[in-house]
């Protein structure tokens, strides 16, 4: 392991310059990763520092993810602008996969949900609640989060979603959250939480669509199980 400061790298070697010099893509996860340490400390590198900070979580870009800004400033010797860094590249990657297509989505299955809304929720260490509008034809009209809470469970105001939904003249929703524990069945406060959405919906001839529970790589769809 090379413990020097990177500034005594030969520059072919050093992460930004590679970076600069050959494109991010040239670049490893721990390179990568070094770039938004910054800096190491006395006695390693970013480099170094990076490496630890994948071992101490599985060497898995998922774990890493999931780490929270305290947890993070407590592994390694990661100071708190540090962990910053990290966490707010995260963040950044899950907005920029859930950002709408430039083309109209039309949402006919679940699957395409999970696809659209894994890459925000999956990994999140607390539960959020998100609503997808839907038009007449299932093209999708608009999504928003609706509220986060704690690892267990969070609460929805069903009053405040049909009056959005209401506003923007939606003639269906999907209900989607996710489950930090990776079990994607739905327990009885789903359950009881998606009927009393689809009633008070339904006052309004706004359709409940599907409500799509994701756990990391697994989702569970209301609709394709009949629920």
């Known amino acids: 392991m090379n413990t020097r400061s990177i500034k005594t790298w030969d520059e072919q070697e050093r992460p930004r310059e590679k970076m ?12 990568l ?50 962990a910053a860094s990290v966490v707010a590249a995260f963040e950044l990657g899950r907005r920029l996969s859930a950002e709408m297509p430039d083309d109209d989505l039309t949402i006919r299955t679940s699957e395409t949900v999970f696809r659209m809304m894994g890459p925000l929720l999956r990994d999140l260490p607390h539960e959020e609640c998100w609503i997808l509008y839907l038009n007449r034809s299932r093209k999708l009209i608009g999504k928003e989060r609706i509220s986060a809470g704690g690892t267990g469970s969070t609460v929805i105001d069903i009053k405040i979603i049909v009056k959005k ?4 003249l939606a003639s269906g929703l999907i209900l989607v ?16 939480q998606t009927e009393a ?13 599907d409500h799509v529970i994701i756990a990391r790589k697994k989702y569970f769809s209301f609709s394709d199980e009949n629920y």
Do not use: W, Y
């Open 20 to 31: 600069m010099q050959q494109g991010a893509s040239s670049l490893t996860i721990t390179e």
């Open 33 to 82: 990763l070094a770039i938004l340490l910054r800096s190491g400390s006395q006695k390693q590198s970013a480099v170094d520092l990076a490496r630890e900070l994948l071992s101490a979580t599985g060497n898995s870009l998922g774990a890493l993810s999931r780490e929270t800004l305290p947890r993070l400033t407590a592994l390694c010797g990661v100071g708190p602008a540090k």
């Open 165 to 168: 939904a209401v506003e923007r």
């Open 177 to 192: 959250h996710n489950h930090p524990s990776g079990n994607p069945l739905p327990g009885e406060h789903d359950r009881t």
């Open 197 to 209: 959405l689809k009633r008070a919906a339904a006052v309004f001839d706004i359709v409940m669509v």
